[in-house]
């Protein structure tokens, strides 16, 4: 029987793959996209024009970047490329930038 | 709580316990699409008048640092959420990377919720000590 244990490294299917690597670019992006409509008022009312609130509008936008980017990568076949643990530190990096890069700016700015 | 029941059965990652996991899973990004939905509708509707309360309250930041922060660091767990059950259709039994990667995504979704729920108690406390403070003013 395998086991957890026994088990050796191996590689992500394309679509786990694609998918993280879009997960880590939406994460960013969202981050960004946070702190620009912050500081950028136009930014924030055309964000509002299309949805009626800018945070629907980020929300629609990044589950479509995070979709769109996911199947996109899942297809060329990009990430696969990527040595698997290399994409998990990315993720978890991505992860920990947003959050306390979120954090900083709105105590500072 | 999705997310841990994903991490504690991925921990011990069996071809007997695989469908639990993608189970497990498949409730963390349910869960989270119908907090996106309930919370995004308490928020657009309800929020505005507690937003006015908290920013004449005494603790403003309540909202310009812990609620800013918590409305857009919710998208990262949703995000995480929705990428779970991609990442449990792998054979974590016997992909050990596979199985790196679930824990790592369950670990980050528990913990940026935490951070989501505790940012919403302190949220919920900078409406109280406004209401406490406008009382008191009214009572002097």
């Known amino acids: ?109 | 709580m999705a997310a841990v029941w994903v991490f504690v059965e991925a921990l011990n990652a069996r071809p007997e316990n695989a469908s639990r996991i993608r189970t497990a899973a498949l409730v963390a990004a349910v869960c989270i699409a119908a907090a996106w939905i309930c919370g995004g509708y308490w928020y657009l509707h309800f929020y505005p008048p507690e937003k006015a309360l908290i920013l004449k309250g005494p603790w403003p930041f309540a909202h310009n640092l812990f609620m800013e922060t918590k409305e857009h660091l919710f998208f990262v767990t949703a995000i995480l959420a929705l990428l779970l059950p991609i990442a449990t259709r792998e054979n974590l039994y016997s992909n050990a990377t596979a199985r790196k990667l679930v824990l790592s995504i369950a670990l980050l979704i528990a913990m940026t919720g935490l951070a989501v729920e505790g940012a919403g108690a302190i949220i919920d406390h900078g409406v109280k000590v406004a209401l406490l403070d406008s009382e008191s003013k009214g009572a002097r």
């Open chain 1, 1 to 109: 029987m395998a086991s957890a244990i026994d088990s050796q490294p191996l590689k992500l299917t394309a679509a786990t793959a694609g998918f993280v690597l879009a997960a880590a670019i939406t994460v960013l992006v969202n981050t960004a996209l946070a702190c620009t409509k912050d500081a950028y008022a136009p930014l924030k009312l055309f964000m509002k024009s299309i949805s009626g609130h800018d945070w629907t509008t980020q929300g629609l936008f990044d589950l479509l970047l995070f979709v769109g980017l996911g199947f996109f990568f899942m297809r060329i076949r990009v990430a696969e490329k990527i040595d698997p643990n290399r994409l998990i530190r990315v993720l978890v990096g991505a992860v920990g930038i947003a959050a306390l890069g979120l954090a900083l700016w709105y105590a500072f700015f």
